[in-house]
């Protein structure tokens, strides 16, 4: 079983449509968790920290399940610009800052 | 500031032929990591340097050596490329390591025939 597992997708979605992602991982201990955009040839860059409380900039929210070992990602009112990979990122163990990556869910956003 | 910066950008190598795979930073950070991308994985992580003169293996280390030369640049070396290497690197940096936000490089996109 993958430390982090997401669904691939892709979604296809009209614009203004909101859509859900979501994450699930296997390591209880994990104490900071993430969604990371990537871009077609990008590098990732972070989009938002998820806390336990669930959280919410502008059109995105993030909730976190840690009961269930669940993370989620609601972006409302999709824009052509958000089409990108979108990944679930969850923090090992060890000491020092280890990020583990699922391998990313693609929303292309159409008009 | 151009935040982390990477070279080359795309290189093709014959198996067995050696290369390093440069990358820096200007943040000030005191982290710097090397991971690799391959289709349907997430960011494996190959080697990280916590701080200034140490340096960690991560989750895929094999075949791969690391250089931290000093605060801001951070190499990879493959001694010996393969065609199971062929992949797109990336670098990153965090403020320290226990700092939740890396920032990343634009990536190598390497192929080895």
């Known amino acids: 079983r993958k430390e982090v597992e997401q669904d691939p997708g892709p979604f296809n979605v009209p614009e203004g449509a909101t859509v859900a992602f979501n994450c699930t991982y296997s390591n209880s201990a994990s104490q900071s968790f993430f969604w990371y955009r990537q871009d077609c040839r990008k590098e990732p860059k972070l989009l938002m920290s998820?806390?336990?409380s669930g959280n919410e900039d502008g059109r995105f929210t993030a909730q976190l399940n840690r009961a269930s070992q669940y993370i989620s990602l609601l972006i409302r009112d999709s824009k052509l610009s958000d089409s990108a990979t979108y990944l679930c990122v969850v923090s090992g163990s060890g000491g020092y800052n280890k990020l583990i990556f699922g391998a990313g869910t693609r929303l292309a956003v159409h008009p | 500031n151009a935040g982390v910066t990477q070279t080359p950008k795309f290189q093709v190598l014959k198996t067995g032929q050696s290369m390093t795979l440069q990358c820096a930073q200007d943040m000030n950070h005191n982290s710097m990591y090397w991971y690799r991308q391959d289709p349907g994985m997430g960011l494996r992580l190959i080697y990280y340097s916590a701080s200034e003169g140490t340096t960690d293996k991560g989750e895929v280390p094999n075949g791969y050596n690391v250089s931290r030369l000093n605060k801001r640049e951070f190499s990879l070396r493959l001694e010996s490329a393969a065609p199971s290497q062929t992949s797109v690197y990336f670098c990153a940096s965090s403020e320290n390591p226990s700092e939740d936000t890396q920032y990343f490089g634009p990536g190598t996109r390497l192929t080895v025939l």
């Open positions: 998820v806390y336990s």
